[in-house]
């Protein structure tokens, strides 16, 4: 996730443009496989056994090398190996970079530098980036932001933005800039409600214009998905459902017993009066970007309005 948030810097300071960087994540797409695909590349699994550690991250929130340990796919000394094959994302990306010409080694380490001073990044918080540690990089773009004050909540953007990584677009970038309040006038967003028994309900949206849901809903299913018809909404529908059945897996570690309701798709007026207590975070994939909106401490009464509407 760091290459992604790296990147849009660089491109945000002018040391690369829009087709540049997409050039260079092309690259580094190539020169940094999956750990499925290196595992295969390497002997240490088959086909049919990565595949299915990747349905297994369906209903896990897990990575893919503990899942395969668990499974008795790959050895300690196995996993080590492969990830020492897996260069970090965002060493990388300058590597891409500096072939293509763009930047030089000293331009990208002054970049290196220059983000960390903006930022004021120690060593550990920097390391745990580089590392693509998910919570504390959600938690660094999101500082600053009222939503830190909701653990559980925040909890769910970083589940959010997990999926996005392993299901959408592995160089998906969180938006710290983006307001807390959403205008809502979107002619279509996928709702959920996930409910506790005996406490208020948590509420999950995405929204987005339609070229984003479409691409959003074409990546996840594998779907020839062209047009937000009844099969695209579908598919960003199905995603939200992906993503709170992870999450109420998750939360039943804890001793929480979270339910979900049906997803439900309409026009984005439902939400309006909710402004002041929705959060919202953007995501930005490719030249796609989508809305994630979340809120905890659902009413009843609001809960029974969003769902009859």
Partial sequence: M??????????QKGYVDSKQLRTAYGAVEHARPKLGILAMNEGYMT?????TVHAMQVHEDRRFGDIAMDMGYLAEEQLQALLSLQ???????????????????????????????????????FEALTKDDVDVT????????????????????????????RFVDR???????????????????????VTQ????????????DPSSLVALGRAFSGEDITSLDELG??????????????????????GKNFMMQPP???????????????????????????KLLVMDGVSPVLEERLLKD
């Fill in 197 to 208: 028994r005996d406490s208020s309900s948590m509420l999950t949206a995405i929204s987005g």
């Fill in 87 to 125: 260069k970090t994302g965002h060493a990388m990306l300058g590597q891409a970079l500096m072939d293509q010409k763009i930047l030089s080694m000293q331009e990208f380490n002054d970049a290196i530098g220059s983000y960390k001073r903006e930022y004021d990044l120690g060593g550990d918080v």
């Fill in 138 to 165: 959600v938690r660094f773009c999101l500082q600053g932001k009222r939503i830190l004050e909701h653990e559980l909540l925040t909890d769910y953007v970083a589940l959010f933005a997990r999926s996005m990584i």
């Fill in 2 to 11: 760091f290459m992604g948030l790296f990147g849009e810097y660089l491109l």
């Fill in 264 to 290: 439900l798709g309409g026009c984005a007026s439902v939400l309006e009066g909710m402004e002041k207590e929705l959060f919202a975070v953007l995501f930005r994939f490719g030249d796609y970007s989508l």
């Fill in 233 to 254: 909404k579908a598919a960003t529908e199905e995603y939200l459902n992906l993503v709170n059945g992870l999450f109420a897996v998750n939360m039943s570690d804890f």
């Fill in 47 to 51: 086909a049919d056994q990565v595949e």
């Fill in 171 to 193: 160089f998906v970038v969180l938006c710290p800039a983006f307001p807390e309040e959403d205008d809502l006038k979107v002619e279509y967003l996928a709702l959920q409600l």
